[in-house]
């Protein structure tokens, strides 16, 4: 379906940091996703280990919100994962222990995109900022090098975050991000130093944050030298 986000290597990506940064670390956690989609990162996530805990997501797209519903169904994982058709910004912000994202971080001048709810505004990191500063205490969300990275890690900081873990993947542009408009926006960011790519490919970061502790380590400089290398 054309209207729906496909892209096996992202949602395949995302399952992944869901599985090192959540499942498997706290097994009966409370999660709230923005934008699930059509649920498959999760439900594949949740087939393959044993999680005790509830995903509470939140997605516009009506028909990705009826095929996520759907496959939830079948695999009988409606007291795991429940998804509604509404925005978590207009919520009532549930509380939870993490909050887990592959926000929309497609930069352009505008919404007139391919897929316009993957408009993540003008340098890409409008979205994954205001995600983070939404309280979580724990925030699990896809970094793009092509989306002002900067950005949302120095964000982050102000919102009184540290980065705890991070993983990262070489990503090819696909369909969305190389529509002409998009791309040529993009390249209009790596200009001013807000977008980092070489050739076809860019970097695509799974991070963990987490709000402040004294004895932290903080891997932000790290996690920085290596999303803007390219």
Known sequence: MKDIF???????????????????????????????????????????NKFDGVIHGFELNKSAWKVANSTIDEYNLVDKYVIYNSSLFESEKPQADYLVANPPYLPAPDNDIYMPLLFGGIDGATITNELLSLGYENVVVLVSSYSNPQSTIEHAKQNGYYVSNFTVIPLKFGYYSSEPKVKKHIEELRKNQMAFYSGDYYFLAGVLFRKNHRSAVDLSNELTQVITSL
């Open 6 to 48: 496909f892209c096996p290597e992202e949602s395949h990506f995302y399952s992944n940091c869901l599985e090192n940064f959540v499942f498997r670390n706290s097994k009966d956690a409370e999660c709230v996703e923005f934008g699930s989609g059509d649920g498959s990162p999760v439900i594949n996530s949740l087939l393959r």
